[in-house]
């Protein structure tokens, strides 16, 4: 297509084309990423510079804004905080991939009376507001006696709740040829070896994605964990965060920027590995292929 | 290439049994498998939807505080959010603003993105990452708390503004800017809606820029009768798929305000006063009502959104029909 575009040109407008885009984009590249310099350098911060100055490069790098950091709120560790957060996401991703996974199946692969009802349910909770469900799901907890536990985070997950993620293997497996799993049933599998033995390798990609976008949207939750954990020992360390801000002077800036950084680092970690999925995940959660 | 189609799975082969009694039974019997597969979400949707969406209407119309049993007031929840509360009216005069503003402004910065993307060639999976890693990041605490800092008084934005002769003050304390800076946050995260955007792009035949080319067509002219068009139901997608979560939007909106909706209710956003009258000021019936009106108006747009878009969302794939 850009070949198509470069044709109009005369030969002087096709060389400033060329690198025109390329500008473009790293100056756009370099304001989007100012915001994450921006916190990397103030982690790095003396108290007194946080404010009042307004270059990025620290004067001296104060790595006593981490170990602060690391000691982290109300006596409970960073450590401690982190793997609050870890037990959460992946308790979610466990729950997620298993429950959607399934319920995905049916819905791509199964026949029963009920699929058309029920599917179009599925895709209209996609549009649900959560704040609807909210107060009866927490008296429900309540009523449990599961309100300051990590239950109300995870347990949900494992009820394939988020229909979000069904929609996405559902449209994933649909695309799978239905030759194999076809021979297997021939060859004498049932409905749930197929699912283990077939479907599920096929959907590997598909549920990749779903466990990343689990993981980090969990990782990044606020409201549901402000809501359901009170103890400072169980919060996560989003909830710790939190915190830091309520008691926040400019002294607590640099540790709390550090604290910061230490939070996003897994999501970064996971970026990095993954953005492959992430971003095909994304592309294809839009369009039918 | 159709986004979200909501039609069911394909049928599979519909076998015509001339004995319709013990086809009947063997049908039931090939079913159960499928609703073991679909029990957890069954569970879930029974459980943890249909019945909390049928008690939170209920307790909507309730005075209910957790701890009392629920009182019954009628409309009164209603009445008193729609009549008598103006803090609910600024939340929602709010909201809308936000949702108007910020949400065109983000597809915009997406669709650019996407347009500039697909013409770059070598670097376009970088570049592709690299603008997508906000939206990620974006959603969580910490780039909130960021956020909040680069608007400040004294922050880099305001600052930034001064030396091209613009004085603002800082934003977050001043109730006429306060919104914008959630809305700033928000539109830096395009890079989801790009990356479906830009997927949408290279789906385009290129023979059809090549048919326009030849027909005279200037760019200008492709965009609009080629791009346009054939963008318009992934445009609808991320409109849909924005409209509905930027209504939702707490984090942001409860940093930037301490939590509080201040300076003077200015990012008093509607989950954000939601969550105040529910769970700060335990008037669950209040919260439930408010959620119940969040519901239809979503439901509404929504709707209008689905039916306003047969004039202009133009499916390739429906010619055949």
Known sequence: MSTVAAENGTAGKRGARRWLPHTIALLSLLVILYPLAWLLATSLKPADEVVTSLDLWPSHLEWSNYTTALDGVSGVSVTRLLGNS??????????????????????????????????????????????????????????????????????????????????????????????????????????????????????????ITTAIFTFIWTWNDFFTQMIYLFAPEKFTITLALRSFVDQSSTSAYGPMFAMSVISVLPIVLFFFVFQRYLVQGMATSGLKG | MTTMSTDMPARTEQTEDPRPKSARRRRREQQWPAYVFLSPW?????????????????????????????????????????????????????????????????????????????????????????????????????????????????????????????????????????????????????????????????????????????????????????????????????????????????????????????????TNFYTLYLYERGFTASHMGYAAAMAWLLLIAVGVITLILFRTSRSWVFYADEEGR
């Open chain 1, 86 to 207: 870890l037990l959460i996401a992946v308790g979610a991703v466990v729950g997620n991939v298993v429950s959607c996974s399934l319920a995905a199946y049916a819905f791509a692969r199964l026949r029963f009376r009920m699929r058309g009802p029920m599917f179009g349910f599925m895709v209209a909770t996609l549009m649900l507001p959560h704040h609807v469900v909210l107060i009866p799901q927490y008296i429900i907890f309540n009523r449990l006696g599961l309100v300051d536990t990590y239950w109300p985070l995870i347990l949900p997950k494992f009820l394939a709740t988020e229909a979000f993620f069904v929609f996405l293997i559902v449209q994933f497996m649909r695309g799978l040829p239905r030759e194999l799993e076809e021979s297997a049933r021939i060859d004498g599998c049932g409905a749930f070896r197929t699912y283990w033995a077939i479907t599920l390798p096929l959907s590997r990609p598909a549920l």
């Open chain 2, 42 to 266: 069954m569970i879930g949707a029974v459980v943890l939807t249909l019945v909390p969406m049928a008690v939170s209407l209920y307790l909507s119309f309730t005075d209910y505080n957790l701890f009392d049993p629920p009182h019954w007031v009628g409309l009164r929840n209603y009445t008193e959010m729609l009549t008598e509360d103006p803090r609910y009216w600024r939340s929602v005069g709010t909201t809308l603003l936000y949702v108007v503003i910020a949400v065109p402004l983000k597809l915009g910065l997406a669709l650019g993105a996407a347009m500039l993307l697909k013409n770059l060639g070598r670097g376009r999976a970088f570049y592709r990452s690299a603008f997508y890693a906000p939206s990620l990041l974006g959603a969580s605490m910490s780039i909130a708390l960021v956020w909040r800092a680069l608007y400040n008084d004294g922050g880099t934005i305001p600052h930034l503004l001064d030396s091209i002769g613009i004085h603002t003050g800082g934003w977050v304390g001043n109730p006429d800017l306060a919104m914008y800076v959630v809305v700033g946050l928000t539109a830096w995260q395009f890079g989801a809606p790009m990356v479906i955007f830009l997927a949408g792009l290279q789906q385009i035949s290129p023979d059809l820029y090549e048919a326009a080319a030849l027909d005279g067509a200037g760019r200008r002219r492709q965009f609009v009768s080629v791009t346009v068009p054939m963008l318009s139901p992934v445009v609808f997608f991320n409109l849909v798929l924005e409209m509905i979560q930027s209504f939702q939007v707490f984090t942001p909106a409860f940093v930037v305000s301490n939590g509080t909706g201040r300076p003077a209710d200015s």
